[in-house]
Every structure is written in structure tokens, then in C-alpha cells.
């Protein structure tokens, strides 16, 4: 069983800061593009920022300049720091891991559970 559990979120004032924090567990064999995406209330899931094992990264044109992504592979673990936070960043967080428990089938997309991030302003 693969899972990945997020934490970090919470509620924080406009300009804020916060950290979420993704590891993934389980019987993992690699982990190649590691990622978070968020969902707003009424609207659809859209990729913030992703990162791959080489360290290779891409984010949503919103979040340049306020959102780092960063990853740890000796523990499996993604990060998100986001600064300067705005009331439009309010929505729910998701980790997601592109990774491999067998060496005899590809690469699958693994989901967390989803974690709040609240931005008042």
C-alpha cells in the first residue's frame, strides 16, 4: 500500500506564509515527477507546481515568485513553501506522485488526501 500524507495547511492573513509537506510510504521501487495541485471551491484542479527527481521544476504562472517547490528523495517527501499568500490561493491542496511499486509495470499516479489552505483578507 502507497500513501501519501500532507500537512502544513491551516488559515493565514493575506501576505502570509506557509509550508505543506507531502511524504510518500509504502512499497515504492522510484518516485519520478512529484507535484501539488489545488482545487478552489466551484472551480477544477489545476497544477500549482511540480518537480521532478532531477530537480527540475514548473508552476503556475499565478504562483511565480511567491511558491517554491522543493523535494527530498531519500525521504520521499515534496514541499511547498507559499509566501506572500492571497485570498484567491484559498482552496484545497493535493500531493501527487508519479511512482512505481514493481519493476514489472510503469508509472502510476498516486493521490493525498487533500489539505486546506484558507486565506483571509
Known amino acids: 500500500q502507497v500513501q501519501l500524507v500532507e500537512s502544513g495547511g491551516g488559515l493565514v492573513q493575506a501576505g502570509g506564509s506557509l509550508r505543506l509537506s507531502c511524504a510518500a510510504s509504502g512499497r515504492i521501487i522510484s518516485i519520478n515527477t512529484m507535484g501539488w495541485y489545488r482545487r478552489a471551491p466551484g472551480m477544477q484542479r489545476e497544477l500549482v507546481a511540480a518537480?521532478?527527481?532531477?530537480?527540475?521544476?514548473n508552476y503556475a504562472d499565478s504562483v511565480k515568485g511567491r511558491f517554491t517547490i522543493s523535494r527530498d528523495n531519500a525521504k520521499n517527501t515534496v514541499y511547498l513553501r507559499m509566501n506572500s499568500l492571497k485570498p484567491e490561493d484559498t482552496a484545497v491542496y493535493y500531493c501527487n506522485a508519479d511512482l512505481r511499486i514493481s519493476w514489472v509495470t510503469g508509472y502510476d499516479a498516486y493521490w493525498g488526501q487533500g489539505t486546506q489552505v484558507t486565506v483571509s483578507s
Open positions: 518537480i521532478t527527481s532531477g530537480g527540475s521544476t
